[in-house]
């Protein structure tokens, strides 16, 4: 359906109807689409601009800006306006880039700005997977040299069955959450957190995404035809790359190939440390560069300089993946499926709760946990749905990691890449609220880096709950896979380190239990990878994850029995939600004289649980003493020690709740016929007021007030027997009342 300069198309994608149109807002950018699914909108926009920049890299920036009146929402704080982007915005900027920058030329120098603008949210139908689609759109229809579309797509996996883009109900029961994007021939970026699902189950669900993906693409290729007949679409920039001069590229190329080869053969020989094989590599790059200029004038030094530094670097590429590829020769010298070397230790630092510093090959990662109240968990304020987080995970990569200075900033996206993917990782083998009541906060600490810092993060935070006490289901670990493509070939390499991850195709990172994958994460360089490669990097993914982890478990089997003294001590229980009241007390009188007097912390959810937290035990107890007597039911048939509070003509009434901090107690009526199985004449002739009583509780009258029998919370006398009652007629009167008129 189109209007006057305007196109508007439909498919249907799990089921629902997604729109996409183009030709009615911002016709200034190089590619706009405005896409909407259910209630979900997303404007996209793509540009690039006119010259290049005098620069050695792609310049591509995807910005995702979240708008709070997009869910009804004013910006909470003093500044009233959108801030930096939030943790959710900063992931979902993640994950449109990652499919996207593999299918730009590299030696493109023109700054490419793709910014998806979310301007209406429906929690059904997830805003970062309508934006991904919308950006493959938007550069798709722009003049843009992009060798896409891409399509995305969410896997969800409910009762064994894979569903595109679950809503909110199905998200909730599935176990497994999927983002899968692709060409119309690969797959491009996977992204996953599970329940423990095996790995052939997660091979289909990925493919299964890719399926939705190649749907996606299709449509967009449709829509750029239509566009393009209307006017609506550009046609593409024709991107001319400089020639080379063959002789120099041959001499280049002759003279590399034979330093490059002994070069990579001299570091695996000797197992070079990571500083020591870069020092060794950069002079051998720099006596090559010296070599290759020579006898040229500064004219010419400064015209072909930077073309033999990009031969030199395209060809030290070539013969590390000829290497790997045709001999099985790894850099650092390990065969193709080896692991580093592994040590792992606890308890490292004396006042944290749980530590644990993992340590593969030259990777370094300190992870510790904290565990606190369960007021502590993060609140949730962004675009998604209102709630909190129980569970944070945190990764700082400082530059002394690698041996480098540079400024200390606040977390990038990296940081928060790497931190969610862990968090991801070890969700779901975390006990319960009710199970272990609360707050869990990880910071895993990159103190050295030569590859996949993530995983390692993974493992450290393994070992910091376990330390730390956490009763977590099954401990995790985790291992990055690369691999090396050539033609139709490929070689899949287990554990890579930093110099595999720079100049090969693939970072595959799977985490998970000895039961089944809790995270995938997968970035490529090429245009995408197949099934096979999938299969075969999955499959060689559990060898050197369970390698891992039998490491892991030699120094800490299980989690510590005991959380560290200095945790605060949490005590859950749960009251009637009629009773938080009591507690509280007017103005929050009660709750604040509990604080004062136990040196204990509360929180009161509103469903009636109560978490009781204190560093001193004793003052735990003591308040949970508190909570107990506020908040006692009394029932029929329990035997109590109650105080006489007042006696009457018809009888006594009993104290069997003391009231604290001001609030009455609970109090009943021991009626005269209750006190003795002998006849009473005056009830003061068996208690009066203070004296300590004990009585049964018969229970509660129509008006809800309590009954009591001292009676029937003591033996009868011998040879008593109970009188039968006679049944009386209309006009009996009652003979404790002779001589009344009735």
């Known amino acids: ?36 699914y259910g209630d979900t909108v997303v404007l996209v926009t793509a540009t690039m601009s006119n010259k290049p920049r005098d620069i050695d890299f792609f310049p591509l920036t995807v910005d995702y800006e979240e708008r709070h009146y997009a869910v009804g929402k004013i910006p909470g704080g003093f500044i009233k306006r959108e801030g930096r982007p939030s943790e959710k915005a900063t992931l979902s900027a993640r994950l449109i880039d990652r499919p996207i920058r593999p299918l730009f030329n590299k030696k493109l120098r023109n700054e490419v700005q793709v910014i998806a603008t979310v301007l209406s ?11 991904m689609i919308g950006a493959s759109a938007a550069l798709h229809i722009s003049n843009i040299p992009f060798q896409g579309p891409i399509g995305g797509a969410i896997v969800g996996r409910v009762d064994d069955q894979f ?40 091979l289909d669900a990925i493919m299964s995404g890719h399926e939705a993906a190649q749907q996606i693409v299709q449509f967009i290729e449709d829509f750029r035809e239509e566009a393009l007949a209307m006017g609506l679409a550009k046609e593409k920039y024709e991107f001319e790359e400089q020639e080379i001069d063959a002789d120099l590229e041959n001499n280049v190329t002759k003279l590399a190939d034979e330093r490059y080869v002994s070069a990579i053969r001299k570091c695996a020989d000797e197992k070079m440390s990571k500083k020591a094989r870069e020092a060794f590599m950069d ?19 400064a015209e072909k300089l930077p073309k033999i530094k990009e031969l030199i670097q395209a060809q030290e590429k070539k013969v590390m993946r000829r290497m790997i590829t045709e001999e099985g020769v790894r850099i650092d010298g390990r065969v193709i499926n080896e692991v580093r070397p592994i040590t792992v230790e606890t308890n490292i630092l004396p006042r944290a709760h749980g530590t644990g510093l993992f340590t593969r090959g030259q990777t370094q990662i300190m992870s510790v946990a904290t565990l606190g109240r369960m007021s502590e968990e993060q609140i949730l304020d962004g675009l998604e749905a209102e709630g909190k987080k129980r569970y944070m995970h945190h990764y700082n990569f400082p530059p002394y990691s690698t041996g480098e200075t540079k400024f200390m900033r606040s977390p990038g996206r990296r940081e928060i890449g790497h931190g969610a993917l862990a968090e991801r990782a070890l969700a779901p083998v975390l006990p319960s609220e009710k199970e272990f009541p609360y707050a869990i906060r990880v910071v895993s600490e990159a103190l050295e880096s030569n590859g996949s810092t993530s995983m390692g993060s993974v493992c450290g935070s393994t070992l910091a709950l376990m330390d730390a006490g956490v009763r977590i289901k099954a401990p995790v670990s985790g ?17 890579i380190q930093g110099y595999e991850d720079a100049l090969g195709d693939m970072d595959f990172k799977v985490a998970g239990t000895k039961k089944g994958v809790t995270a995938l994460q997968m970035d490529i360089k090429i245009a995408g990878i197949s099934k096979e490669v999938f299969e075969k990097a999955l499959a060689q993914a559990n060898e050197g994850r369970m390698h891992i982890l039998g490491k892991m478990l030699e120094v800490i089997s299980e ?26 007390g007017p103005g929050g009188k009660i709750i604040k004289r509990i604080v004062e007097e136990t040196g204990a912390d509360m929180d009161i959810e509103d469903d009636g649980q109560v978490y009781i937290s204190a560093v001193n035990r004793d003052s735990g107890k003591k308040a949970l003493e508190y909570v107990e007597r506020l908040t006692k039911d009394v029932e029929a048939g329990e035997i109590i020690t109650g105080k006489v509070v007042k006696v009457t003509d018809f009888g006594a009434f009993v104290e069997v709740v003391p009231g604290i901090m001001g609030m ?56 008593y027997v109970e009188e039968k009652q006679k049944p009386r007629s209309n006009n009996q009167r009652n003979p404790r009342f002779k001589g009344r008129k009735s």
């Open 479 to 495: 291992v990055a896979m690369g691999l090396i493509k050539e033609e139709d070939s490929f070689t899949v390499l287990t554990d």
């Open 664 to 719: 009455p107690g609970k109090e009943g009526l021991v009626h005269i016929s209750q006190l003795e199985y002998n006849r009473v004449e005056k009830v003061e002739d068996v208690l009066k007021e203070g004296d300590s009583v004990v009585v049964k509780v018969l229970g509660y009258d129509d008006m809800g007030r309590l009954k009591l029998s001292r009676k029937a919370a003591m033996e009868p006398p011998e040879g």
């Open 559 to 584: 989690p510590n029995e005991e959380i560290s003294v200095h945790a605060p001590a949490i005590i859950s229980l749960q009251i009637d939600p009629e009773k938080i009241r009591d507690i509280i």
């Open 1 to 36: 359906m189109s209007e006057q300069g305007i196109l508007k198309k439909e498919m249907l994608l799990g089921g629902r109807p997604l729109i996409m149109e183009t030709g009615r807002v911002a016709k200034q950018a190089g590619g706009a689409v405005w896409v909407r």
């Open 163 to 202: 569903i595109v883009n679950p809503n909110i109900e199905q998200h909730e029961m599935s176990n497994m959450h999927l983002v899968v994007a692709g060409t119309k021939d690969a797959v491009m970026m996977v992204e996953a957190g599970a329940d423990e699902v095996p790995e052939d189950v997660m």
């Open 121 to 131: 949210v429906d929690q059904d139908h997830a805003p970062e997977i309508v934006a």
């Open 283 to 301: 002079e051998v790059t720099d006596g090559l560069i010296e070599e290759l200029t020579e006898g040229y004038d500064e004219d010419e030094l």
